[in-house]
Every structure is written in structure tokens, then in C-alpha cells.
Nanobody, 113 residues
Framework: QVQLVESGGGLVQAGGSLRLSCAAS??????MGWYRQAPGTQREWVGR???????AYADSAKGRFTISRDNAKNTMYLQMNNLKPEDTAIYYC?????????WGQGTQVTVSS
């Protein structure tokens, strides 16, 4: 059973930066990614990274967010720069073990204007 634990959320002013972490334990993880959900909206995809380090991003994240991965530590990171108030959301870690998708509990990111 895969377990995902996010950390690193918090309150930051617009233009600031935050780095989220997602530590995975359990089965072998292949794909990992981040989603977010703002109040009153549907969960939306932020970006993903595969085992080889290849990544892709939503248009809202391109140029500001970077996903990286330390396979030895089974940990994924989301570096968020130039944050905007509209980035305020709960950020969720996602992982795929080849058969099943798994979700973290989420970490709150709040960007003040």
C-alpha cells in the first residue's frame, strides 16, 4: 500500500515562493504529480513527473512551477515561484504504482495579495 505525505504548505505573499514535498512509501512508484483544489472549484492538474525525470505542466504552472524528484528518497518536490493569489488552494500529491493511483492528504497554500 502506497502512502503519500505532503509538507511545505503555508502562507506567503504574492510574488513569493514555496516548496512542497511529497514523501512516498510502500509500493514501487512510477508516475507522480501534483493537483490542486481551490474552494468551490474542481480539483485541477498542476503537473507530473515520471521515473526518468520527464515532466509536464498545466499552462497555469508553466514558467513558475518546477517539479523534481529524488528517486533514492522516493520524494517529489514542487517549487513554486512568483506565486499569485489565484494559486491559493489545497495541493495534493498523486502517485501511480502501475495499477492504482494514490493521493496524499493535501497541504494548504495561501497566497495573500
Amino acid at each position: 500500500q502506497v502512502q503519500l505525505v505532503e509538507s511545505g504548505g503555508g502562507l506567503v505573499q504574492a510574488g513569493g515562493s514555496l516548496r512542497l514535498s511529497c514523501a512516498a512509501s510502500g509500493s514501487m512508484i512510477t508516475g507522480m504529480g501534483w493537483y490542486r483544489q481551490a474552494p468551490g472549484t474542481q480539483r485541477e492538474w498542476v503537473g507530473r513527473i515520471n521515473l526518468g525525470g520527464g515532466s509536464a505542466y498545466a499552462d497555469s504552472a508553466k514558467g513558475r512551477f518546477t517539479i523534481s524528484r529524488d528517486n533514492a528518497k522516493n520524494t517529489m518536490y514542487l517549487q513554486m515561484n512568483n506565486l499569485k493569489p489565484e494559486d491559493t488552494a489545497i495541493y495534493y500529491c498523486w502517485a501511480w504504482d502501475g495499477r492504482t493511483e494514490h493521493w496524499g492528504q493535501g497541504t494548504q497554500v495561501t497566497v495573500s495579495s
